[in-house]
C-alpha cells in the first residue's frame, strides 16, 4: 500500500544499528561498530491488513557526521529517536535530537522515543516515569526497549508505522505532499484509481 520513509537517531552508542539489525534480521548485531555516515536497510510489514514497505535510515549519533547525517533527514515520515537507559548523557540529548528532527525532516514527523538497553535495567540512570513525563511533553510516543532480547524492537517500528497509517487514513497526513515520506504502493493506487474509472462507466442520469 505505502513506502514510509524512517529515520534512527540518537547519540552515538545508544544501540540504533542493532536495533536496525534486530528488526531486520531478528537477532542481536555482536560487536557493532559506529556508524559512519548513514546505513540502510528496509523491510516490509503488515499494518492493520495493509502492506507497508519501511525504508529505514541509520544515522551515525557522533558529532563529526552531523552534517551528513542532516541531509537525510528531508521528508521522513517517521523516527525512533534512541537513548540509552543506562547514560543519563544520552538522554540529556534527545531535546536537540527532537528539534533537528522536526526542523529539518518535517513538524509532522511521528516520533516513538525508544529507551534502549531495557535488559540492562540495573545500570539503568533514566526512570521509566522521568522519560514518559518527557515523551508527554513531546508528543512522542514511548517504549523501552532491548535490542539485544528483541523486547518490543519490532513493536516500536510497528507502532510507529501505525500511527502514520491513522494520520492518513484520518486527513492529519497528506501522502501527496512534497516531502511526506509517504509514497503510495500499487494497491493503494488502485484504489486511487478505482472511483474514477467506476465513475466513467456509470450510467448517467437520464433526468426524466
Ligand atoms: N546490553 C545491550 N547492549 C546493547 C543494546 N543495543 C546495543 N548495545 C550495545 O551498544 C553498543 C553500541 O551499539 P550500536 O548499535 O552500534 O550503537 P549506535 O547507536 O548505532 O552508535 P553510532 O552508530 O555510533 O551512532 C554495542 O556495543 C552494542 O553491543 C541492548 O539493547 N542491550
Ligand atoms: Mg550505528
Same mark, same amino acid.
Given at each position: 500500500?505505502?513506502?514510509?520513509?524512517?529515520?534512527?537517531?540518537?547519540?552515538?552508542?545508544?544501540?540504533?544499528?542493532?536495533?536496525?539489525?534486530?528488526?531486520?534480521?531478528?537477532?542481536?548485531?555482536?560487536?557493532?561498530?559506529?556508524?559512519?555516515?548513514?546505513?540502510?536497510?528496509?523491510?516490509?510489514?503488515?499494518?492493520?491488513?495493509?502492506?507497508?514497505?519501511?525504508?529505514?535510515?541509520?544515522?551515525?549519533?557522533?558529532?563529526?557526521?552531523?552534517?551528513?547525517?542532516?541531509?537525510?533527514?528531508?521528508?521522513?515520515?517517521?523516527?525512533?529517536?534512541?537513548?540509552?537507559?543506562?547514560?543519563?548523557?544520552?538522554?540529556?540529548?534527545?531535546? /536537540?535530537? @527532537?528539534?533537528?528532527? +522536526?526542523?529539518?525532516? =518535517?513538524?509532522?514527523? &511521528?516520533?516513538?522515543?525508544?529507551?534502549?538497553?531495557?535488559?540492562?535495567?540495573?545500570?539503568?540512570?533514566?526512570?521509566?516515569?522521568?522519560?514518559?513525563?518527557?515523551?508527554?511533553?513531546?508528543?512522542?510516543?514511548?517504549?523501552?526497549?532491548?535490542?539485544?532480547?528483541?523486547?518490543?524492537?519490532?513493536?516500536?517500528?510497528?507502532?510507529?508505522?501505525?500511527?502514520?497509517?491513522?494520520?492518513?487514513?484520518?486527513?492529519?497526513?497528506?501522502?501527496?505532499?512534497?516531502?511526506?515520506?509517504?509514497?503510495?504502493?500499487? /494497491?493503494? @493506487?488502485?484504489?486511487? +484509481?478505482?472511483?474514477? =474509472?467506476?465513475?466513467? &462507466?456509470?450510467?448517467?442520469?437520464?433526468?426524466?
Amino acid at each position: 500500500y505505502f513506502l514510509f520513509k524512517f529515520l534512527v537517531i540518537g547519540s552515538a552508542g545508544t544501540g540504533k544499528s542493532c536495533l536496525l539489525h534486530q528488526f531486520i534480521e531478528n537477532k542481536f548485531k555482536q560487536d557493532s561498530n559506529h556508524t559512519i555516515g548513514v546505513e540502510f536497510g528496509s523491510r516490509v510489514v503488515n499494518v492493520g491488513g495493509k502492506t507497508v514497505k519501511l525504508q529505514i535510515w541509520d544515522t551515525a549519533g557522533q558529532e563529526r557526521f552531523r552534517s551528513v547525517t542532516r541531509s537525510y533527514y528531508r521528508g521522513a515520515a517517521g523516527a525512533l529517536l534512541v537513548y540509552d537507559i543506562t547514560s543519563r548523557e544520552t538522554y540529556n540529548s534527545l531535546a /536537540a535530537w @527532537l528539534t533537528d528532527a +522536526r526542523t529539518l525532516a =518535517s513538524p509532522n514527523i &511521528v516520533v516513538i522515543l525508544c529507551g534502549n538497553k531495557k535488559d540492562l535495567d540495573p545500570e539503568r540512570e533514566v526512570t521509566f516515569l522521568e522519560a514518559s513525563r518527557f515523551a508527554q511533553e513531546n508528543e512522542l510516543m514511548f517504549l523501552e526497549t532491548s535490542a539485544l532480547t528483541g523486547e518490543n524492537v519490532e513493536e516500536a517500528f510497528l507502532k510507529c508505522a501505525r500511527t502514520i497509517l491513522n494520520k492518513i487514513d484520518s486527513g492529519e497526513l497528506d501522502p501527496e505532499r512534497m516531502g511526506s515520506g509517504i509514497q503510495y504502493g500499487d /494497491a493503494s @493506487l488502485r484504489q486511487l +484509481r478505482q472511483p474514477r =474509472s467506476a465513475q466513467a &462507466v456509470a450510467p448517467q442520469p437520464c433526468g426524466c
